[in-house]
């Protein structure tokens, strides 16, 4: 039994005067893109190749030469891995297009590889399509090579270069902006024009999202581990600051400002080897499935996006070792999810309210508009059809209507016993929290603080593998 809350009018304006309070809401693009959850990073190019993280610009051209790249490959293993998309190093520090852009003199055209006929970003592009994954570039405003880099040219370089990828390989679901900034091969360092890259994207690809250390759509998280902060808000206040050296502390991009005015949430960013790029040395230090799976509750169920870094390797594939514990991780994300111990027949909800008695909140997708939620719920309570052990509890906000839960508790009842506590802090688009596993008949939830109206849009509970949680 779904519902959908008709407020009563002196509620509505209730609503009205919270709104206010509670701050900026997600574009549409965004709400999509909160959607997307998880989805995979592909550092690929010189680097690969001669074992190096930071790449001078001065490697030969012919020095990027896959013996077997197969981009339909690696959008399998993404599919298999249940991520949403793919996000490829399109250029890197070094300066070398995996496209050949002509506005460069270091490109693939340049190399040896397909005879200077291949073109990465062609092919990763087409493959995305037929598979239905979400297609998004890096690319690098730090420019090792470009003999223009540290000059007003240079801007242009950048414009032309984002404007062939954007027209000529979209629709570009994401673009990622780095903060890295060195100095060129002149030694001088550029002064980004920041204000015309955006305006040239929103001109030309006004769908695309864009990733900086502040936005303007989706913030760095503060640290390369993965790990959102507790709490994570959504909101980010970015006057006065800049991207790269002149950025808010880390600790602020991790938990965001709870008063911060735009909606710029947090995105994860991590690798599934201890390096960016594929190293051969490292094929035994690839992160296991239950580690993945520890990073995904601490980025996905915070309430942040996890973009996970899985390097193809010199033949331009990606190594057995990173696809196996790709869907090792996926599997553990479905033993784990795949059953809601709320979803029973007999379980319904009640709440504090009067008027919103026995109705049922269920885990529902936020991309369309008809999303259901309850307003204002203070606390609720869910029942289970019988006893069952619960270690984790998912909470889900309505983000299309702000984040707002500040803090809460969950009190685990056995009958009329009470079995434990959890405590949380934010929501946001999802929240999992995991705690010794107890048998309860109920869990009464109190939404202690929140900024204006709370809008809960979900709540499920399961029995996680007691192996996968940190002791
Ligand atoms: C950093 C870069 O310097 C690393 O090489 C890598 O690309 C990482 C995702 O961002 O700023």
Redesign the pocket.
């Known amino acids: 039994m779904k519902f959908y809350l008709v407020l009563p009018t002196f509620l509505l304006l209730a609503v009205q005067a919270f709104s206010q309070r509670m701050g900026s809401v997600p574009s549409k693009a965004q709400l999509a893109w909160h959607e997307t959850e998880y989805y995979l990073f592909m ?1 690929f190019g010189p680097n690969t190749f001669t074992g190096k ?2 790449g001078e610009g001065k490697e030969a051209a012919d020095i990027f030469n896959p013996s077997e790249l197969d981009c339909r490959q690696w959008c399998r293993i993404a599919k298999q891995a249940g991520a949403k998309g793919i996000i490829i ?1 399109a250029k ?2 070094d300066g070398f297009c995996l496209w050949p852009s002509n506005y460069s003199t270091h490109t693939v055209k340049q190399s040896k590889w397909k005879d200077g006929k291949g073109d990465v970003l062609r092919e990763l592009s087409t493959a995305c399509r037929e598979s239905g994954l979400k297609f998004g570039v890096y690319i690098s405003p730090w420019d090792r090579n470009h003999p223009d880099y540290g000059t007003d040219k240079y801007n242009d370089v950048f414009v032309n270069m984002m404007k062939e990828i954007l027209l000529s390989y979209g629709p570009v679901w994401e673009l990622w902006w ?3 900034n060195g100095e060129g091969p002149n030694g001088k360092k550029q002064v980004y024009d920041w204000r015309r890259f955006e305006n040239t994207v929103r001109q030309y690809s006004p769908q695309t999202v864009i990733f900086s250390d502040i936005g303007p759509d989706i913030r760095w998280v503060g640290n ?1 581990k993965g790990i959102a902060g507790d709490p994570n808000w959504n909101f980010l206040d970015t006057a006065g600051y800049k991207r790269g050296e002149g950025a808010p502390a880390t600790d602020t991009l991790n938990h965001g400002n709870y008063a911060g005015r735009q909606w710029i949430p947090a995105e994860c ?1 991590v690798s599934i080897r201890p390096g ?1 790029f594929y190293h051969k040395n490292e094929n035994e230090k690839v992160k296991s499935p239950q580690e993945l799976f520890q990073l995904y509750l601490k980025s996905v169920g915070r309430g942040a996006n996890l973009l996970l870094n899985v390097p193809p390797d010199e033949r331009g594939l990606i190594h057995a070792n990173d696809s196996v514990a790709l869907v090792g991780f996926k599997k553990l994300r479905d033993n784990s999810f795949e059953n809601n111990l709320l979803k029973d027949g007999t379980t319904y909800y009640e709440f504090s309210q009067q008027d919103l008695k026995s109705s049922q909140l269920t885990l529902r997708s936020l991309d369309d508009e008809e999303t259901y939620y309850a307003a204002n719920l203070q606390n609720f309570v869910a029942r289970l059809s019988q006893p069952q052990l619960v270690n984790c509890i998912v909470l889900r906000e309505a983000i299309h209507k702000g984040q707002s839960v500040r803090s809460f508790r969950i009190m685990l009842y056995n009958g009329k016993t009470q079995v434990g506590m959890v405590k949380g802090t934010s929501i946001g688009r999802k929240r999992i929290l995991t705690f010794p596993a107890k048998k309860i008949t109920s869990f009464r939830v109190y939404l202690d603080d929140a900024k204006g109206q709370d809008n809960i849009s979900g709540v499920a509970a399961y029995l996680v593998d007691e192996q996968l949680l940190e002791k």
């Open positions: 550092h993280e930071w190093t890197h520090h780095d903060g890295a390369e960013d960016w």
